[in-house]
């Protein structure tokens, strides 16, 4: 998704949920295709039901905490399939969406108003997502020959279990990419964190209230260098190399609403 800022937000997590669906309905080619490049080495029954724990995992996190609104913790991922009125799904295909993913079939009559159909998709996502993601597919992206929709969305609304002070944040210059600075709202605080300075980055790890979930920030001494030479590797030694201290952290107040 891209923001109004212009920075750029996506979510592994729904990319590989969109394609494990798309999977279950994939044969011959393609379904070896997908299941390479995602590395679904389970096969159908074990990529499913290894993802549909996954799910129930996470639903299963933040009881009791509260989101950064005050409101009750959420973290919502949710599938939803848009089907041709009329068309002939394999039961099969429908069985494992529902059982594995949650998935019911909505049916749309996108031959005959493709354009309604494209808004009532859209009105399902910023349901989903408490109004965040408002366009999730843009004019022209469901024409009257589609067949299926396949639909996901994660919402996360959680507070930080140490909070910064509103009355430490201040306007701070801020370094963009290009080497230019902008005025921002600096977050700043010394805070315990967990944290580890490696030969070209640094990293820290904050916390969400309840302790299950955390948010790590890396910050590259060369952003284009680390961007090509991050892998899941990289993140596993981070991970590992972390370490509880008292960190003096300035961090620039951020959002992730889109248009």
Do not use: C
Request: aromatic residues 10%; hydrophobic residues 40%; charged residues 15%.
């Amino acid at each position: 998704l891209r923001l109004d800022s212009g920075n750029f937000m996506f979510s592994p997590a729904s990319i590989t949920y969109a394609f494990s669906m798309t999977y279950a309905g994939a044969r011959t080619l393609t379904e070896t295709q997908i299941a390479d490049v995602f590395h679904f080495d389970l096969g159908q029954a074990g990529t499913h039901a290894a993802l549909n724990a996954i799910d129930l995992a996470l639903a299963s996190r933040g009881q009791g905490a509260t989101g950064a609104d005050g409101k009750p913790f959420r973290l919502n991922l949710v599938n939803q399939t848009f089907g041709r009125s009329g068309y002939s799904f394999v039961p099969a295909f429908l069985d494992t969406l529902a059982v594995n993913y949650g998935a019911s079939m909505r049916l749309m009559d996108f031959e005959s108003d493709a354009e309604g159909s494209r808004h009532a998709i859209n009105d399902w996502v910023e349901t989903a997502t408490e109004d965040r993601i408002q366009e999730l597919f843009p004019a022209g992206s469901v024409e009257p020959s589609t067949a299926l929709v396949l639909a996901n969305a994660i919402y996360l609304n959680a507070a930080w279990a140490t909070k910064f002070k509103t009355e430490e944040t201040t306007q701070q210059p801020f370094t963009l990419q290009s080497g230019s600075s902008v005025d921002v709202d600096m977050m700043s605080g010394l805070l315990h964190v967990a944290h580890t300075q490696q030969s070209d980055y640094f990293a820290v790890e904050l916390d969400y209230e309840g302790d299950e979930l955390s948010m790590v920030l890396f910050v590259p001494s060369d952003f284009d260098a680390f961007e090509q030479a991050l892998t899941p590797a990289v993140i596993d030694t981070t991970l590992t190399a972390l370490g509880s201290k008292n960190v003096i952290l300035q961090l620039p107040k951020f959002g992730g609403d889109t248009s």
